[in-house]
């Protein structure tokens, strides 16, 4: 998979995933306005959303060029 798909990939369910915690926030509400305190446990949400994800990635991507290494030396 190239670096590009896996962007558009993680953007893609990162947004559905910030896209449903807003409408749980709103149908919690009642329909009211977000508070300033929801908007901060909505941020926060994706803040770590965001760290896990391109932990993960970064992980995946190390990983990846080690094992090609490997397999390059091992030829």
Partial sequence: MSNTRRIF???????IGM??????????KGGQ???SQDLL????NLFFSLLIVLGIGFY???K????KKENDNGN
């Fill in 9 to 15: 990939l993680i953007i893609i369910s990162l947004s």
């Fill in 19 to 28: 896209a449903l915690s807003a409408l749980i926030f709103y149908k919690k």
């Fill in 33 to 35: 306005p977000f508070t």
């Fill in 41 to 44: 446990w909505m941020g926060t």
């Fill in 60 to 62: 995946l991507l190390k």
């Fill in 64 to 67: 990846n060029k080690d094992e």
